[in-house]
């Protein structure tokens, strides 16, 4: 085992270890302080993953580990990472002691369990990206349910409670039917190789064998569990009452990480286990995911409760994301993952910023307090600056991405584009992808600069019975609240003005993803034509 | 527009390749003469210096958001913003002075990039200057270092209070401007595109207490992006048709050039699409960033915002983005059969529609926030006449004299308490300390008016209208900017007429000086006892300050000065502005324009079109420059003399034919009775806010809360109809739970034998398999 391969371990063990510490050892008073420390420490092996990491080969699986379990079964611990999980990673570990710094005011009962729970969630988001064995990846996504439930049913608002119950029905019932499906490639595979394995990397080679019946029944698998999770319209109705009951950190976390599972899953499982069916349905997903860039966008645009409107942003920009992995070529696949990596930036500042007034106002209703700029300039300042990281202004982490997702949808059908040049960039998709995924565009300004102008701007609105509990909380953002906020800030601008870098780092993954599809797709075209052939020849030979 | 676009064909041909065209057509070889026309040739790396002109302006945004954070209250912010940005005009200067012909590209930093085999997409952080960008660069750097001095001293009362932040915006703008006008590439020029959005946005919400101004705020953001997404997809278009997003390739890119060449023999079928969609995509932006028809309607609300930002931003330099891609982009414009033509009549109806609503308004800021829109109407008709020169000179003229008219109101509004209404101010000229207010006003709405030969306005603006009578097809254009010309005269000076000279008067407006007193929060109540009811204790006019005065002298002496420009490279070029287009990509190859133009000096005869037709260049028995010096300018004394009389006042001062006696009454308002509702719809801007908002907003607001019921009710409610799936199928075999313990035992061990089949004969496969 080498160094590396215990840093990887210790992203996953240090939280656990913290968790039992908190539970079973530690006083109430000192859970926040032990999660924090623990979340700033596990940051540090994270940096050397960073650091060790062999970017020029981003596409092979790196720090690999694996441990026998049930060799009968192919039940394998195996973990490792390619660059794309790498940052992933990355992003679920930083976000860490910025949820941490977040909740100290916001949770005052019950520390113990709360703070239990958002460490244990720290290890399953580790784990699900760290996983290559199906099984455990399988374990650990459904493991992120648990604790994210308890945050919500425990530590939620009113209507806590039936948020918390949707959640979990809901993404659970989804994700057995992705669990249906990869048992069955797994069976596929199985009988194609003739070794019962687990291994993703073994199962994505031999998948695309399969035909595109088999193909399609596993996509719809698993894109039951991952649709819902990312959310894809029409399945989308958990995440603004999840979002908006669950607790700051929760939201964060949610935004940030646990939507970009879905998305994740379908880069990592649904696109190169059903290839063939996946370019054969990619328009219609497309269509989905366009449908929900407007609708959600429309719906937030006419929300009076601040938080649900950014929850149903979430569904709106994710809606880019899937748009760029639909068009299945190397600018929408780069632009999704770099989406996967920002969306959570600008979302989850949003979402602490709501948090924060929430806990001044003890209210989201924009109709009972506005005009904040007058009383907390800083407040404001921050706000607007995640709300136009949010409408994807250029320089700032939105823009990239949306960008790439766009022009990867506009390139496409021959016809149109006879002198255009097929190959790397073309899509499944035409410009008309492009054309109405743009609208969202002009919808999210139209969204986020009402709730702009709403709660920051205009004249001071405050709730009537506010400042009676003789609140001790003080007018503008404390230092400890700035603090967590200013490494969501600089990650903004980092994604906004550096994305090379990461898209650097994520052009081996990608490439190859691309290449697997195209191979397929043509595989299964040369296919097709031999047996065409084969029945003309046969017509022919009487 | 349609049956106008074969004349746009022959012009083109004739344009792009006029001695193989006119000789004959089919013996063209399009592509060798058309890369003569447009192709940039090797475009080599700049000196690293040039990269102070944006990111000097970009620290002045960081030190101002460092003086707000630790609360300075001095005048700090200003100076810093001043010395920075006079800073980055001079090396703008250097880098005028220093170019030697061929454009060059400075690196900053890689961007965005995405490599897939032997293709990539490459938009780095890093600059292209050509002409183009300089004679941009100079007159945006050069006007935000006047305007960011007359601010040190208009925002002055806002110290502490909002001065770091409106500098800091003030500096973020200049440097988005200079990204704009600078990038390298498309995405680029769309960060500057956005960003100088971004600081129109926070700068028209400066007052941000006051709802109307975060209204207007929110409304040219969002009416921008509608034309920003045109842009996007524009841009998108480019890469997917080119493969790059260079300015660099693409102008030298082959597929372009022939294009180009195709165009200009009129063989506009065989250029694809796709290639020709992008002009009209990116025409949609510049229709926003630009004010122009139908997305004009931000403009005049945009004047919410103080006023040194209406000067910089919405007059002399972000509005004029839209001309600047046009430009920039001119060779793929050139190959779109219908962008010019769509261009040039947005433009004039812009313009005329512009100038009507600017005649009944009583806001002084609003009429030239309307004779903005108004103006760029005429730029973008120069644009789509073929005139990239005439737009641009127009560009350069109007931002002075345009910046001069908004400050001088500025001054106005600041002195007199935030009153803009010209029936509450009269005789501001003869005030005391407001002299150099009056004279250099004077000079601005002659500008403006087009005075012949004593104003830079009048040259740019004849240049453009000149153009319409020797394009064939579009003199009803020339027309209709005539009229428009006289009807700028008129309302022009209205204002000058009503509010700087006769009998003195002034009723203060409902500010207290500092503007920031609208909605002032209970921390700011002490200073009400301080300023008191200006109504009864009397109020006296606070003239302006050196600072001001001093921007107000500059611009006037600048934009009488820009006449000079007109006659600098006048043989060749058409002036120094023709001469900076020249070396760009905004420039080609139109020889024929400048044979019809100035042909032999004052000789009419028609020259034989290349197939065929006979190019109306006699406007009048006269070459159709001087029929356009006449035109205009009597068109334009016409205008001043019809201002005179309805709204002059009596004696010298309404050059004798004037009659009004006090502020609030004039001759005007017995003619306007006369013509019914008319004058009133037109202060009401024709309806067009009330219609936009029946027929879009509206209806969109209603959608969206069906969208929302129907998520709630039907979306979610299928979701909790699966859910209650279950629970249905649980009371359907309920009585098998009938809570004895042997039917569990026995479903128990059912279930433990299917799953221990399951696991058997899974094992059983692998173990047999392997």
Known sequence: MSMEVIQLGLLMDLPILAALLIAFVGKPKNAYKIALITSLITVLPMLGLLASFDWSHGDQYQFAWSLSWLPDLGLNLSIGVDSVAMLLIALSVLLGPIVVLASKRAIIENRKMY?????????????????????????????????????????????????????????????????????????????QTGVWTLDIATLTHHAGAMSLTEQTWVLAALLAGFAVKVPLFPFHTWLPLAHTEAPTAGSVILAGVLLKLGTYGIYRFAIPLAPNAFYEYAPAIAVLAIIGIIYAGLICWVQ????????????????????????????????????MLSHGLSTGGLFLMIGFMYERYHTRDMRQVA???????????????????????????????????????????????????????GSTLGPWFAVFAGTGMVIAAMYLLYMV????????????????????????????????????????????LQPTILLDAIEKPVNATVNLVEHSVESMNASNEQTDFNIIAEGANP | MIQLTPQLTTLLSTLTNPMVALSDPAAADPHAAATTAHAVGEVGHGPAWVLLIPFLPLLGFVLNAIYAAIGNKSKLPAWTTVGLLAVAFATTLSMFLSYDGSPYTVHAFDWIQVHFGDKSMIADFSFYVDKLTILWMLFVTGLATLIALYASEYMSNDIGTGYCRFFSAFGLFVFSMSCLVMGDNLLMLYLGWEGVGLCSYLLIGYFYKKPSAVAAAKKAFIVNRIGDLGLALGIYLTFVHFGTLEFAELFSNEKLMGYVADASVGNFSAIPGQAQWIALLLMIGAFGKSAQFPLYVWLPDAMEGPTPVSALIHAATMVTAGVYLIARMYPVFLVSEFALPTVAWIGTITAVLAATIGMAQFDIKRIMAYSTVSQLGYMFAGLGLLTTTGAAFHVLTHAFFKALL????????????????????????????????????????????????????????????????????????????????????????????????????????????????????????HDAGQHGDHHSSGFHPHAPGWAVNVVLAVLAFASIAAISLAYIDKAEHHGWVGSMVHDSTA???????????????????????????????????????????????????????????????????????????????CRMDAVARRFGPIPKMAENKWYVDEIYHAILVAPLRVFSHVLHWLDKLLVDGLVNLFGFLPRLFAWVIRPSQSGVLQGYAVNMAGGVVILLVVVIVVVLRAGGAA
């Open chain 1, 115 to 191: 703070y239990a729970w958002l460490m244990v969630l720290q290890a399953a988001m580790v784990g699900v990206f760290a996983s290559r064995d199906l099984l455990l990846f399988y374990i650990f996504f459904e493991f992120t349910l648990l604790p994210m439930f308890i945050l919500i049913r425990v530590f939620g608002s009113t209507n806590r409670v039936a948020a918390s119950m949707k959640f979990f029905l809901y993404t659970f019932t989804g994700s057995m039917m992705t669990l249906a499906g990869m048992v069955y490639v797994v069976y596929f595979v199985s009988t």
């Open chain 1, 371 to 425: 005009g904040l700029a007058s009383k907390m300039p800083v407040w404001a300042t921050f706000m607007v600056f995640f709300a136009m990281a949010s409408v994807g202004l250029p320089g700032l982490n939105g823009f990239p991405s949306e960008v790439l997702c766009l022009i990867s949808a506009f390139q496409s059908d021959a016809a149109w584009s006879a002198a255009g040049e097929p190959g790397a960039w």
């Open chain 1, 304 to 339: 009076t409760d601040i938080k649900k409107l950014v929850a149903y942003s979430s569904v709106s920009h994710l809606g880019f994301c899937v748009l760029g992995l639909a068009a299945l070529n190397v600018s929408g696949f780069s632009g999704s993952i770099l989406y």
């Open chain 1, 453 to 496: 102008g709403k709660i920051c701007f205009g004249p001071l609105v405050e709730p009537k019975d506010h400042g009676h509990h003789g609140d001790p909380i003080p007018k503008d953002l404390t230092a400890r609240e700035i603090t967590s906020l200013v490494p969501l800030t600089a990650g903004c601008l980092f994604f906004g």
């Open chain 2, 406 to 525: 908004f400050l001088a109101c500025g001054a106005v509004m600041h002195g007199f308490a935030g009153q803009l209404d010209l029936r509450k101010l009269s005789g501001v000229a003869w005030m005391k300390g407001w002299g150099i207010v009056g004279v250099t006003m004077l000079i601005g709405c002659m500008n403006l008016a087009g005075l012949p030969y004593i104003t830079s306005g009048f040259y740019s603006k004849d240049m453009i209208i000149a153009e319409a009578f020797v394009t064939p097809g579009y003199s009803i254009i020339g027309w209709l900017l005539i009229v428009t010309a006289i009807l700028t005269a008129y309302y022009t000076f209205r204002v000058y007429f009503r509010v700087f000279v006769g009998p003195q008067h002034a009723e203060p407006g409902n500010e207290h000086h500092d503007h920031d007193d609208h909605a002032h929060g209970e921390e700011h109540n």
């Open chain 2, 587 to 665: 420039y080609f190859h139109s020889p024929y324009v400048e044979q019809a133009h100035h042909a032999a000096e004052g000789t009419a005869h028609a020259v034989d079109g290349p197939v065929g037709f006979k190019a109306p260049k006699a406007v009048f028995g006269m070459d159709a420059h001087t029929a356009m010096i006449l035109i205009t300018g009597i068109g334009g004394i016409f205008g001043v003399l019809v201002a005179a009389f309805f709204h002059g006042p009596k004696g010298w001062q309404g050059l004798f034919i004037g009659g009004r006696t006090e502020a609030a009454k």
